[in-house]
């Protein structure tokens, strides 16, 4: 998803300059009613939708997106990772995205996350992740974390067949009658 942002365009409210980066290749935006705040930094074709804000000193980069009433607060860090409805990210938490596998956490609902997440891991509905806990997922697979329960979506590549890596081929050997396997 790219963000388009033409000169002209009206965003939402920054405090000051340090708040969006000002460099010229980095398409960053804060829309709507968004707003960034206190020692937040919002860069790397990052942005903030609707009514999310960032404050504090939360650091959203490398294109994460806050969308709805999300919440990147305290010392939260946020790299490639999707929050929306009223999730948040708070004290120090760390959304980190699996960057060579293209693999981002996702939060929603009211969930909120102190700790770490990183990986294809969507935490939804009332999910908590806590100061000292680490949920990692570098699997091709989703983990889903609803608050009541985990559960797995598989990956759509799990249903393809493919050779084995350094499978010989064997030539099929007529069989022989009388003997056994």
Known sequence: MGIEVRAGDLGGFVEGEHNLSQEQEDASWIFGDAIAAGSASVDK??????????????????????????????????????????????GTAMLLDAKDKGKF????????????????V???????????????????????????SRSIIPGPSRDELKPCRGAEKREK?????????
Do not use: F
């Open 122 to 148: 969507v935490v939804t509905g009332t999910a908590v992740i806590l100061w000292e806990e680490k949920i990692r997922n570098d699997t091709q697979d989703a983990l889903i974390l609803d608050g009541l």
């Open 105 to 120: 956490p996702k939060l929603s609902g009211q969930s909120v996350v102190y700790g770490t997440v990183a990986g294809a």
């Open 173 to 181: 050997q007529p069989k022989r009658k009388g003997m056994a396997r």
């Open 45 to 90: 074709d990052s942005c903030l939708r609707d009514e999310a804000v960032a404050c504090d000193q939360a650091y959203v980069t490398q294109r994460s997106t806050l969308s709805g009433h999300a919440r990147a607060e305290d010392a939260a860090y946020i790299r490639g990772a999707v929050l929306s409805e009223s999730a948040r990210a708070a």
